[in-house]
């Protein structure tokens, strides 16, 4: 299977700030990589797909780059509406589909 | 509006299967593939298997040893996930989730992405 694995585990920041959560693959996934946003007691919500497709609907204070092994997912001007946890996921390898093991923002 | 709608909470004691549905709303259900995604508490997300309610095939996870099964009801517009041989690491939050059917441009591979939701059904394994 291939392991994903997000840094950093934990983020505090401030209303404003532009904050950046990396994901690295165990082995090149291309472009196949899927970001979701997760607030407390909600199911997640997706974000960015294709490693830099943003949803539609979703605001574009988010982006997201990368390819092979390592990907960025960056939020600029923070609300506090972003305080969530933030999950990648790979698919160049199914299955199993994997996910990263989160990143908790608080604001 | 777009929704999934699961059933309710269960309680289930080791050993024994629990069976989770989820109804599908607002779209055409044949047109996009669906996923099973489960969360312990505290923990991250882990992929189960999926269903293509076209052609009615399914791609399960290893990880479950073969004690997942997904099947669906068309004419209800609903897929159903079984898990057997429950244990306590079973407990979390299991979720259905719709394929976005978003790929590749180069290739035409698909990014399983997962755009809709449903509410997440609590299953708790206890004695």
């Known amino acids: 299977d291939i392991q994903m694995t997000q840094s950093p585990s934990f983020l505090s920041a401030s209303v404003g700030d532009t904050v950046t959560i990396t994901c690295r693959a165990s082995?090149?996934?291309?472009?196949?990589l899927n970001w979701y946003q997760q607030k407390p007691g909600r199911a997640p919500k997706l974000l960015i797909y294709?490693?830099?497709s943003l949803q539609n609907g979703v605001p574009s204070r988010f982006s997201g780059s990368g390819s092979g092994t390592d990907f960025t997912l960056t939020i600029s001007t923070l609300q506090l509406e972003d305080l969530a946890t933030y999950f990648c996921?790979?698919?160049?390898?199914?299955?199993?589909?994997?996910f990263g093991q989160g990143t908790r923002l608080e604001i | 509006q777009v929704q999934l709608v699961q059933s309710g909470a269960e309680v289930k004691k080791p050993g024994a299967s629990v069976k989770v549905s989820c109804k599908a709303s607002?779209?055409?259900?044949?047109?996009?593939?669906l996923h099973w995604v489960r969360q312990a508490p505290g923990q991250s997300l882990e992929w189960m298997g999926w269903?293509?309610?076209?052609?009615?095939?399914?791609k399960q996870s290893q990880n479950f040893q073969g004690r997942v099964t997904i099947t669906l009801d068309r004419s209800a517009s609903t897929t159903y996930m079984e898990l057997s041989s429950l244990r306590s690491e079973d407990t979390a939050v299991y979720y259905c989730?719709?394929?976005?059917?978003?790929?590749?441009?180069?290739?035409?591979?698909?990014?399983?992405?997962?755009?809709?939701w449903g509410q997440g059904t609590t299953v708790t394994v206890s004695s």
């Open positions: 269903i293509n309610p076209d052609k009615g095939t399914t």
């Open positions: 294709g490693a830099s």
């Open positions: 082995q090149s996934i291309t472009t196949y």
């Open positions: 996921q790979q698919s160049y390898t199914i299955p199993p589909i994997t």
């Open positions: 607002g779209y055409i259900f044949n047109g996009y593939p």
């Open positions: 989730a719709r394929d976005a059917q978003h790929f590749h441009f180069w290739s035409g591979s698909a990014f399983y992405d997962m755009d809709v």
